[in-house]
Nanobody, 128 residues
């Protein structure tokens, strides 16, 4: 079992930055692929980026160098640094984990993939 708790969301103006955090608790052996996902009102959930247990990171194309995933293994915390935010980045952001490391390489995580464990999300609102 794995519990994920996100924090760091908020409201900022376009061009601003936010850093989201996701703290994991529970088994260390079920989070071989972790990542950030987002869902805007009326839209499908989409993957932002994933990191495997070796530290390899993959990003969605729309990130375009604006977002950075990092982790602090000692604190069991996953981060998402978001810079140059745009109104279209407004969404609920979720942290998720999957037992299978291969998920990080499948490409399936980009669109509505049902990871094994999910946090409750943190809301990001960007005003123009």
């Amino acid at each position: 079992q794995l519990d994920l708790v996100e924090s760091g969301g908020g409201s900022v103006q376009a061009g601003g930055s936010l850093r989201l955090s996701c703290v994991a608790s529970g088994s260390r052996y079920v989070s071989n692929c972790m990542g950030w996902f987002r869902q805007a009102p009326g839209k499908e959930r989409e993957g932002v980026g994933v990191i495997d247990n070796q530290g390899t990171i993959n990003y969605a194309d729309f990130v375009k160098g604006r977002f950075t995933i990092s982790q602090d293994n000692a604190k069991r915390t996953l981060y998402l640094q978001m810079n140059n935010l745009k109104p279209e980045d407004s969404a609920m952001y979720y942290c998720a984990a999957d037992r299978s490391r291969s998920v990080c390489y499948s490409g399936a995580w980009l669109q509505s993939y049902d990871m094994d464990y999910w946090g409750i999300g943190t809301l990001v609102t960007i005003s123009s």
